[in-house]
């Protein structure tokens, strides 16, 4: 076991742990937030660089700073090292200039977006964006698109986290989406039109921080904060049937995987808790489900605002 | 004229075959190194000649080769970086077009102290015609027992073959580089694990620029302490510049460094001055990457001491008032020149070839070459300049690769040291349209 | 813009298929990569493809080079769209590459462009109405001392003025490679 400090909090971990993962164990408002990186799908992160932090001691044996700020989720700890996340000014500016860069060609169509109320980009605005915009030049557009019957691509919104790529790639057996061009032209896409048909496909829609890929089966049927959030369970042969359905009334309007506080599935039965697309998009039925009970939503987001307990907010308030 | 190790027999006709090429004393040390030479040992001399990355880092290639790590059982690979897309920069396709056996004989005997039974040249997909006289040349090798199995009974075996890019400056990263020979997309990969440790199919690989596996050719035969005493410092040995630009005479030359800057434009055995008997404006000297100096920057240092061709006389001052010598892409421009132009094409470079993985690279190049072509086309505001200088502070640095940093500098040393001249671009938008700026003036106190 | 920069409604009618003797050349390429990574000479076959089957990468073309390296088309399209040398859409049979960066500028790279598209009457990107010249503009080629230039095919020309446009155009139209 090693030893890092974290703003100050000191924590053992495993070689190998990386910044964020050792920030997760103290918890709180000391871990960086993080766009690309998703801890349950190997090779992700590195890309959005939100996740930036300051390492102020490299380690016991070279306690020099690192000259640049290091990506966080990619980054391994050493032992003696020290990182200033929240505690860093510099880590403050370049996480608000990485936010300035992921909105210049976002939409900011939160109005319209499903992902409203549940977005990190959204909560990454709310905690670093500018009140306004410096971009003067004309979005990036892009159509809607299909990736199968029940998703819906809005490659507006897309900050190329990989993460869909990432869950073709390794919980279904032939992906036909991906990255095509490059550069600010770089898109999400199926190239031809080619429906993505497999049983663990809609669970892009849950690793997406942002409102691209959507349920279609849910689309513009309700904000999300006008819905119950129930733990449920069914035998399911296909998947943990553990699923975290969200009501109306006595109406399901959607289903999705039981996600903690960072916006990434629980492990259920020790496995990543990936639903199947019959549990998600197939069983809209009561009487389907065996409900649990309510289900927190351990967000800062406005989901948990009101609704099983009171406001647990800690955000600054815009001016 | 200096000497030359690398191109001395350029213009020797028939160079390009194996026998022209080992009559003037090719292959020389692919016989001395495997005959008589451990893989040490010739790492031993790679390090004490002092050799630098000749791709543009400028990075020990001794110390690069030290770190390759050797687990049991698992292969090595060398690769050849010769995807050379910096603009300004063509040094290392004069060398694989003219003497294409130089780089194989700098293949084998590196591959060899390396202990890579597999190496590969990655060429940019536009050199096709190179891949083919290098093809040439590698199956002569092999015919002449030069590549294969057991070569010159030494029990070395090395095979080597040539690929291909498909147009993408970023592989010339080397992690991209490697992705792209694994037939991917040329996205960076993060780091670490470095290649020394994880790189080419998970292996162990080192990656080197053309020039610099061409350079273990002259170490190795004359011995690195020889090849140490060319230059000054810690600027050993001879570089390929290529000039270009509005010069009397453009072209690839092998200098010794240490030569002054103010020889290697004017002088006779070099460029021969400004074209046109104008009045030079600015250079960069090595590669559109690194910072631009204007004219009063050029041949002296802020200090009034003379530049030299070296790495550090050319990064003398910083970034306040030096540059960097890069990979040798030496940009000369006249009066007539606009930086404000320029900037915008070097910006509008970067943004056609950032990657698009991370998203300051990605949103920020493009935002950049937005902003610069309002400017440059008279629709630019005065709170533009400073929107231009924030974005590029915000992309130095934040990103996976280079890539960022590389776009970033040439805007910020432009504003810098032309600040005028955008100024004027906003102040005077429809003259600005008709004429170009100038000459800029010597501020009072450049220190 | 749609979902795709390309027209995707260009299509090859019949499958294209490599001749014993491509077929062969594919296999020694293979052949210089380590067992089970073939995948390393994907972009050198689809270079090979665009050569064969009409110049440019059609998803016909695409998918059949999917085939030969036996991976999903997604992983080929993903590389045919990264790498800026491929052509998506059918091209004239000529292309004229010209490059745009700094020290090409320097030297009135962009008169080049304007006096190309004007003798051939079209704007960049587009193809001559005989079907004969597409011109596309392109970043550093690795000509700059010998500016301006442009790159067809394999060949590059350098030290480029109007009179040698002129020459060029005229040789390619009568068949013959300039020099």
Known sequence: MIKVTIDDVEVEVAEGTTILNAARMIGGDVVPPAMCYYSKLPDTGGKCRTCLVEVAAGSTKDPRPMPKLVVSCSTPVQDGMVVKNKTSQRVHENRGAVVEFLLINHPLDCPVCDQAGECHLQDLGFEHGAEKTRYEEERRTFDPIDIGNKIKLHMNRCILCYRCVAVANQLTDKRVHGVL??????????????????????????????????????????????????????????????????????????????????????????????????CRFDKKDLSKWNIIGPRTIDRHSVISQGKYEGPRTSIKKVK | MGRRLLLEHDNVAGIETFDVYRKNGGYRSVEKALKSMSPELVLEEVQK????????????????????????????????????????????????????????????????????????????????????????????????????????????????????????????????????????????????????????????????????????????????????????????????????????RPGVYEIEMGITVEEFIYGDDYCRGIANGKKLKACVPGGSSVPILPHYLVTKTAAGEDRLMTYESLADGGFASGSMLGSGGFIVFDEDQCIVRNTWNFARFYAHESCGQCSPCREGTGWMEKVLNRLEHGQGNMRDIDLLAEINK?????????????????VAAAIRHFRDEFEWHVNEREESQKRNYGLIREPQSIA | MSSSHTDLSKRHSEKPVFSAEKMAEVQVLFAQYPEGKSKSALIRVLHMAE??????????????????????????????????????????????????????????????????????????????????????????????????????GKKYHEHLTKERVDEIITAYRAGQTPN
């Open chain 2, 394 to 410: 915000k992309i130095e640095g934040n990103t996976i690769c280079p890539l960022g940093d590389a776009a970033a500098w040439p």
């Open chain 3, 51 to 152: 050569e064969e089957f009409g110049g440019w990468l059609s998803i016909e073309t695409m998918d059949y080079v999917a085939e030969v390296f036996n991976i999903q088309p997604i992983e080929v399209y993903e590389v045919a769209t990264f790498y800026t040398m491929f052509n998506l859409e059918p091209t004239g049979k000529y292309v004229f590459e010209v490059c745009r960066t700094g020290p090409c500028m320097l030297l009135g790279s962009d008169s080049i462009i304007d006096y190309i598209g004007t003798k051939l009457d079209i704007k960049v990107g587009e193809t001559s109405a005989d079907g004969m010249f597409t011109l596309k503009t392109s970043e550093c080629l690795g000509a700059c001392g010998y500016a301006p230039m442009l790159q067809c």
């Open chain 2, 49 to 248: 000649s002092g050799l630098r990355g000749r791709g543009g880092a400028g990075f020990p290639t001794g110390m690069k080769w030290s770190f390759l790590a050797k687990p049991e059982g698992v292969p090595r690979y060398l690769l050849c970086n010769a995807d050379e897309s910096e603009p300004g920069t063509f040094k290392d396709r004069y060398l694989m077009e003219k003497i294409p056996h130089l780089l194989i004989e700098g293949m084998i005997v590196s591959s060899f102290a390396l202990g890579a039974n597999q190496s590969y040249i990655y060429i940019r997909g536009e050199y096709m015609w190179i891949l083919d006289i290098l093809e040439k040349a590698i199956a002569e090798a092999y015919e002449k027992g030069f590549l294969g199995k057991n070569i010159l009974g030494s029990g070395f075996d090395h095979d080597l073959s040539v690929a291909p890019g498909g147009g993408a400056y970023i592989c010339g990263e080397e992690t991209a580089l490697i992705e792209s020979l694994e037939g991917k997309r040329g996205n960076p990969r993060m780091k670490p694990p470095f290649p020394a440790v994880k790189g080419l199919y998970g292996c162990p690989t080192v990656v080197n620029n053309v020039e610099s596996i061409a350079a273990v050719v002259p170490i190795i035969n004359d011995g690195g302490e020889e090849y140490a005493k060319i230059g000054l410092g810690k600027s050993t040995g001879t570089k390929l510049i290529s000039a270009c630009g509005n010069l009397v």
């Open chain 1, 181 to 278: 061009h490059r550069g600010e032209h770089a898109e999400i896409s199926t190239y031809i039109e080619s429906a993505v048909e497999n049983d663990f496909s809609g669970n892009m829609i849950d690793v997406c921080p942002v409102g691209a890929l959507t349920d279609k089966t849910f689309r513009f049927k309700s904000r999300v904060w006008f819905l119950k959030p129930m733990e449920a369970e069914c035998e399911c042969t296909k998947c943990s049937g553990k699923v975290v359905v969200w009501q109306f009334g006595n109406e399901i309007y959607r289903v999705t995987g039981r996600k903690d506080r960072y916006g990434e599935v629980e492990d259920q039965d020790g496995k990543p808790g990936w639903i199947c697309n019959d």
